[in-house]
């Protein structure tokens, strides 16, 4: 078997960490697999690095800020390739360079594009573990470019792609995927198994959150992914195109890095939402939630969300473009949260949305906007509310038996 | 002009001494030079990395331990970058790997095999400040690869080289180079000129250690050095091919890095010397000081000096080739230090070895080993006496007027 393991910065976070996952990775070695490894920053060392970053410069070029983090994962990936080694065992480090991890130009927020896997494939020949770098690539220039944020999950599900693999283990400091947070929600429970699809609806399901794209990854190449902890040997939550067994839902998510943009009195033109969609595009904020009501007199109003941090440029870039999109006004909002509802069942069970919004409406909660698609249902609260929503529609939807 | 400026740790080893040397940089580049910068890792980081790596595994790979160390460059490269973007100018950070900075495959001590500058003189050409990092190369497998110990002058020299720089300047935390060590020696004096020769006999001088690498290539290629504090705008000391104007002698300096060896009663075969330091040359082992002394029937003894931590390496080396060298038996020394003198001077005045003897004779010391060149002096001593006898010999060669 051909396995990938990727360690996330907690089970890596101290050299005793370090010594573990070598241990969890040397058990399958030794069982005739073939073994390539990726790995995450120790700890909360690109926190670190950003801060010692932006105590020399506050807006850091992109550019020298990727190089400056990506040494991050080599540090890593060289003490986990050492600790192998003190074990007995063969080992070798590869950083994205080495490993012709290739990726797009852009700076902080790249993706990757391509894997020769000549290296790769030459280290696993000659029986070494195969430690990876991951969150990082080359880009055209020669210049290292970061994959975001938990842009390791992507990392390790394109190194499984390439390389053909039977399975890619994301492991963690939780036992897998919950139905919810456990820290927020006391009923919740872990899920054994759950397909693709769901699993991108809901990227954070209880705390573990798995990058979007490495799930979507997954999904194009029928990646099996298992989430498991790097603490114990518990069996983890499996994410495959399985068709899911027990419950129509899968879980309940909370999300408090939103901030709201209403667009008010936006010019009633064919393509002018394209435009502005397009001008955030082009700046790479991701928008979310988009809400559209019919304003008055030839105009509309739009409202979207985006995350908090790019609140600021969203709203800059806006102002600095009224001439253009010819709007009559801005409100914006940093103090609101997403509550979304996940599973396969919502489509064909409106039970499920009249659950969600009977639990709101008993709590007393207001709801500012609403989203839905085949398999999730998403509003838009007060921050402030956003524990007791989750609460309330938790026990609701997973708590009692339905569908 | 094309300068080229090379900051060590001590010179970047916090925040404000990193806007320091970008200060300096920038004073430079206003003139409407072409500035390229060669960084070392910020203050101890690369002991500190070493310290961290022995943790996880006390003898670390090479190959991981160079990969781990270069991020030690590759940070200070970007903070450096970035600290010039803060001040309003333009800089771009590049590692071996992107200044194609190419290395022989030897890991711990690579040497540097060529540089393709395509990419630095294309950043150059869009009027960037080029910080590169110092220290490492990229070998023919695609790894990172380290220089030695001070490789960072080196890597410097290597630059200017290629790059037909008017100038390298070797920035310290202290003004220059001295006649010798002023925490030890108080009536150490600054040299203003010395010449590349000499220079190459006493590497260290003063409290400045310059590789000995980057020398023999500046003298190669006939780089302009200059050797100054990065924490004042004093002139410093100028390495060059200039005939020297002042004194005869340029420097006392001490290396207590030293164990002598002595093979006693090898076989007195023609090529058993030769030999036997081939089998240390294989090893990287460098040898300084040798004698060779008639032994008895048909035997000669050989004493030679080595780098401390590579005593247990070449005695064990020995012990295991007794059978082919068909010695007598080892004694060796770790509690010696070496106290030389360098000048252009020596070989046509023997006052100063003369004088030299003296002070060591008025103080008492015993010499044990004496190695002498066209431009220096060399004698081994115990290592109590060392500093005692620097003083002596400092004093009648450099404080009395001669020649």
Sequence with gaps: MLLVKKFGGSSLANNNLIFNAAKKIIADYKKKNKIVV????????????????QEINLSPAKRELDMFLVTGEIQSACLTAMAIHKLGYPAVSLNAFQAEILGLNNYGNSRIKKINPERILNELEKNNI?????????????????????GSDTSAVALAAILNADLCEIYTDVDGIYTADPRIIKGAKKIKKINYDEMLELASLGTVVL????????????????????????????IGDEKMEGSLI???????????????????????????????SRKNICVDLIIQSIGRQNTKDISFTVAREFLNETVEMLKKNIDFFRYDHLIFDKTVAKLSVVGTGIASNPKIS???FEAIYNQGINIKMISTSEIKISILIDEKEIESAANAVHKNLLENEIG
Tied chains: 1, 2.
């Design 38 to 53: 990726v790995v995450s920053a120790q700890g909360n060392t690109t926190d670190e690095l950003i801060l010692k970053a």
């Design 130 to 150: 195969v430690i990876i770098t991951g969150f990082q690539a080359i880009n055209f220039y020669n210049d290292f470019v970061t994959l975001g944020r938990g």
């Design 211 to 238: 990058h979007n794209r490495s799930v979507e990854l997954a999904k194009k190449y029928n990646i099996k992914l298992v989430v498991k902890s790097s603490f114990n040997d518990n069996s983890g939550s499996l």
């Design 250 to 280: 899968n879980g309940v998510a909370i999300d408090k890095n939103v901030a709201v943009i209403s667009v008010i009195g936006l010019e009633d033109e064919p393509g002018m939402v394209f435009k502005l969609f397009a001008l955030l």
């Design 354 to 356: 009249m659950m969600m």
